[in-house]
């Protein structure tokens, strides 16, 4: 992939994620994803749904730079510093919650793999 692309792709990726996180933080948003009972569940996983949404964006930053090392577009140190990065958010209690919940909505069964590899 030649580097115009991946920067474009990240800045795409990047407004994707922006804009998903305003949208969901909303209190429009929120009154309705509230009256889903697979939406009651996950933010009663995470406390709150701030909390749960604010989650949910790390998986899906988690899952990029798992895509990028997939890919070997970013250097190991990169890899290995996000690994650790991973490991230290699992260990709040809320992050286990939600994953375990929200775990199957990521397509990549590597990822999901590696997820899990690291509890």
Request: charged fraction near 30%; proline fraction near 3%; glycine fraction near 2%.
């Amino acid at each position: 992939m030649n580097i115009l692309k991946m920067e474009v792709m990240q800045r795409v990726y990047e407004r994707i994620l922006e804009m998903r996180i305003r949208l969901e933080n909303n209190e429009e948003f929120i009154g309705l994803a509230q009256e889903s009972p697979l939406f009651a569940e996950r933010f009663a996983a995470a406390g709150t749904p701030g909390q749960y949404f604010t989650i949910m964006a790390f998986f899906d930053i988690f899952e990029y730079v798992f895509y990028l090392s997939k890919k070997n577009l970013i250097d190991d140190m990169i890899r290995d510093r996000w690994k650790v990065i991973i490991e230290t958010m699992l260990s709040i209690p809320k992050f286990r919650s939600v994953w375990e919940k929200a775990r199957l909505f990521h397509p990549d069964c590597e990822f999901r793999n590696f997820i899990d590899s690291l509890k």
